[in-house]
């Protein structure tokens, strides 16, 4: 098969990963790339040797024959953004937080439904190797059917440096972080029927949430609670690691601080390392998200070579970012909300 040409659009921050990521990846490669900022195209052009660089993207999608697109801005403008790609009938990638509102993801969605385009969110905590390991224990079936979990990410991480913008908005670290717990506890447990929350704000120089804690109840019986904070200064700095416990009818798993993987059954307890490989152009700490980079674009173009839905397809991601809208409004209201009132 040919190798598909995609473009990208948004070279700020996090788009270095997915250009990082691109280049490990069989079966496509990215033709050309696009940003308002002439200073971040010319940095990320350079680094990655993309001669094609676009300011506009209407004029990107005009000019260039594309397979798909990968686009890496900042969700204000991922509304416009996807509905262009939907109208070019390109195949379209979009970051998360999947859009300011649930409204406008919705209408996404259906944009590129209308058109026959796929659509997937590059929602990657799921694709961390060491959560892939979580869900490959509970597939084994050893230690029976779940009844408990804990999806926690806690940290004092001096995230503002990187994403100044994280400081500013009014919603923070459900949006920004909790979206990619929330959509774990998805992963691992299904789908959610009511979520209650609790949030506040411990650092004062910041405009929005920056802990949170969550209990959701699964429509299979599971109940499970999210906690995600980032004013939480620990002995040794767990960033970014997601830490996870799950009790089920024959047994344990428990996914520590250091990627150590304890999983307990009917015959006996066995402890894994599960550390994430550090590949050639990534950093620690943050090597771990940058593997799942590779693992859900893999995906994306496996997916467009079989014709198949991606795992975090828009439709899918709904249920995730319904999961955010929710546990704002219950933030709020201090009641529980109900999902299916939202979907
Ligand atoms: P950033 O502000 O550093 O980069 C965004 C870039 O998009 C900027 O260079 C900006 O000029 C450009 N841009 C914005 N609107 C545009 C438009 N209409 N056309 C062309 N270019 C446009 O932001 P970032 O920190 O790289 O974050 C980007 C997205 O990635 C966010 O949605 C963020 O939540 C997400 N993110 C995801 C992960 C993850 O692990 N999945 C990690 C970090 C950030
Ligand atoms: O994954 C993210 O979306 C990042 C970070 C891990 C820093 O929260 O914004």
Redesign the pocket.
């Known amino acids: 098969m040919a190798e598909l040409r995609g473009a990208l659009?948004?070279?700020?921050?996090?788009?270095v990963n997915q250009m990082h990521a691109w280049r490990d990846i069989e079966g496509a490669s990215i033709v050309a790339i696009?940003?308002?900022?002439p200073d971040?195209l010319r940095i990320v052009g350079d680094q990655f040797g993309i001669t094609k660089r676009y300011i506009d993207?209407a004029e990107l999608f005009a000019d260039e024959s594309l397979d798909f697109v990968d686009i890496?801005?900042?969700?204000p403008?991922h509304r416009p953004?996807v509905e262009m790609a939907a109208r070019y009938r390109v195949p379209v990638i979009c970051?998360?937080?999947f859009a300011p509102t649930l409204a406008d993801a919705k209408a996404m969605v259906k944009a590129c439904a209308d058109a026959g385009v796929p659509l997937m969110v590059?929602e990657?905590f799921r694709w961390q190797s060491p959560i892939q390991a979580v869900r490959a224990v509970l597939d084994s079936g050893k230690i029976g059917t779940p009844f408990f979990g804990r999806i926690s990410f806690r940290s004092a991480h001096d995230v503002f440096s990187g994403?100044p913008?994280l400081a500013k908005g009014k919603r923070f670290i459900i949006e920004?972080l909790g979206i990619h717990s929330l959509d774990i506890a998805r992963f691992l447990l299904g789908d959610v029927s009511t979520i209650t929350t609790r949030t506040a704000r411990i650092n004062p120089d910041i405009a929005g949430e920056d802990v949170a804690t969550m209990l959701m109840d699964h429509k299979n019986g599971a109940t499970s609670v999210v906690d995600c904070s980032y004013a939480t200064k620990l002995a040794v700095e767990p960033f970014p690691e997601t830490l996870i416990e799950i009790d089920g009818s024959d047994g344990t798993i428990r996914l520590a601080q250091g990627y150590r993987l304890t999983v307990t059954g009917k015959s006996g307890t066995k402890i894994l390392d599960v550390s994430p490989p550090l590949l050639p152009w990534a950093s620690r700490p943050w090597h771990n998200?940058q593997e799942s980079v590779v693992a859900i674009q893999q995906h994306w173009v496996d997916c467009l070579a079989k014709g198949t839905e991606p795992a975090t397809s828009g439709a899918d991601n709904l249920q995730t970012f319904a999961l955010v809208e929710a546990a704002y409004l219950g933030a709020a209201s201090h009641e529980p909300v109900h999902l299916d009132a939202l979907l």
């Open positions: 659009i948004g070279c700020g921050f996090f788009a696009c940003d308002r900022g971040r993207a890496a801005t900042t969700a403008s953004l970051q998360k937080p590059h990657n994403q913008y920004d998200i």
